[in-house]
């Protein structure tokens, strides 16, 4: 009898490490998947151009990222159903309309994060960037055939995500930004960018982002009202990290472009990384250039097929080999194409349009009771959310709209 209950003390102890592991692996996924290459480029040039007022818009994108991830992580906890199961309880073909956007979007951006891998192996070995690619793919579909991909997933994404922290950090100590300037412009901007606030929030819970972490929590059986807590806790951490690396990456900018560098437009993050600490820095941009590109690949493979799996019983139980012939389908076309840039404007542009569907779709669900039963959703949550549609939605039309004449 004494032996059974130890045996279930040291079960308990094993699920509670299994359960806290799965909450911090769903946040630094979403983390890394919103910091891929173009992340890295997108903090370069909107630094280079509103220097320390750069800083109140990451302040507010931060505040209504954390409304729209607050939203969407604990409608999919309380209903136990994943983005495009809610969508379509809220209108019928509305959850294949959206699973339909995130994987073209997740697929055309793929290529760019698989590019943005090989050209990180390129800089670190000097190898070509095409073999670098296929290295890094290599990489991304070991972690997926492995017995326990879920937890090897969790484990890579926490260590590199945490490398990513310290290694940006590094060159923002030695490029030495002017801290004051940057706390100060933070709450007095000298000029206001929306165009840029919207822009940085579309770029870290845009798209399959928004979704990354929620499904991560589901796959995990982390669900119901009472993990609400958790999963709160979960969305803001991977807000955070995510922020965190957008901080930091933005005073190693500022420290670089306040001693009147210019940044290379090609390439302004290597820039950054090579004028802030020489040879050593260009190095450490390609190291960092190939873990946000690896773990967005990660990441958005994992979080398109996701969209898929509710389909078809299929596509659910070897949904491990879809994940993998996404991460072959995007190489290859990498490999034999390049980046595909009609594609990726095209998928820029309906991505932009995804947040404010997926998001609008999550409020409506919030205050369905077939969909929720007896949760009650925080009104301040609803109407954070709603600003964020709003938001969003103007700025993807307009850049729909923009970007129509680029595809003819």
């Known amino acids: ?92 073909g509305l959850g294949f309309v959206v699973a339909i956007f995130i994987v073209i979007g997740g697929l055309a951006f793929n290529i760019g994060n698989i590019g943005g891998a090989g050209l990180g192996v390129n800089v670190v070995l000097g190898i070509d960037p095409t073999v670098g690619a296929l290295i890094s793919a290599a990489f ?78 589901l796959d995990a059986g982390i669900k119901g009202k009472e993990s609400i807590p958790e999963v709160k806790r979960t969305a803001v951490l991977g807000i955070s990290v995510a922020s965190l690396v957008r901080i930091l990456l933005f005073l190693a900018v500022l420290g670089v472009v306040s001693q009147r560098v210019a940044l290379d437009p090609s390439n302004p993050a290597a820039t950054v990384f090579q004028s802030a600490a020489g040879d050593i820095g260009y190095r450490l941009f390609g190291i960092v250039l190939w873990v946000a590109g690896i773990t967005s690949v990660i990441g958005a493979a994992y979080t398109s097929v996701s969209f898929l799996r509710t389909f078809h019983p299929v596509i659910d139980k070897f949904h491990k080999y879809w994940i993998i012939a996404f991460i072959i389908i995007s190489t290859f076309v990498f490999v034999t194409i390049g980046e595909a840039t009609t594609l990726l404007v095209l998928a820029g542009a309906v991505n932009g349009l995804i947040l404010p569907l997926v998001l609008g779709s999550m409020l409506l669900a919030a205050h369905n009771k077939k969909i929720i039963g007896d949760y009650k959703h925080p009104v301040w949550l609803t109407i954070f959310g709603a600003l964020v549609v709003i938001l969003t939605t103007i700025l993807g039309v307009r850049t729909l709209i923009q970007m129509i004449p680029q595809l003819f």
């Open 1 to 92: 009898m004494s032996n059974l209950k130890q045996e279930n003390t040291l079960l308990s102890v094993k699920d509670q490490k299994a359960r806290r592991r799965s909450l911090i692996g769903a946040a630094f996924l979403m983390a890394t998947s919103a910091v891929g290459p173009g992340f890295l480029t997108q903090t370069a040039v909107f630094t280079e151009s509103l220097l320390a007022s750069f800083g109140f818009v990451i302040f507010i994108s931060i505040l209504l990222d954390i409304g729209a991830q607050l939203n969407v992580w604990r409608i999919i906890s309380v209903s136990g159903l994943r983005g495009q199961e809610i969508a379509n309880k809220v209108l019928p």
């Open 140 to 217: 991304a579909i070991f972690i997926f055939l492995s017995k326990e991909a879920g937890a090897a997933m969790d484990r890579i994404v926490n260590v590199l995500g945490a490398l990513l922290v310290l290694l940006i950090g590094y060159v923002m100590f030695v490029s030495q930004p002017p801290m004051g300037e940057a706390i100060y412009r933070t709450f007095v901007p000298l000029e206001l960018d929306v165009y840029a606030i919207i822009t940085i929030v579309g770029g870290t819970v845009g798209g399959y982002i928004t979704f990354s972490g929620g499904h991560r929590l």
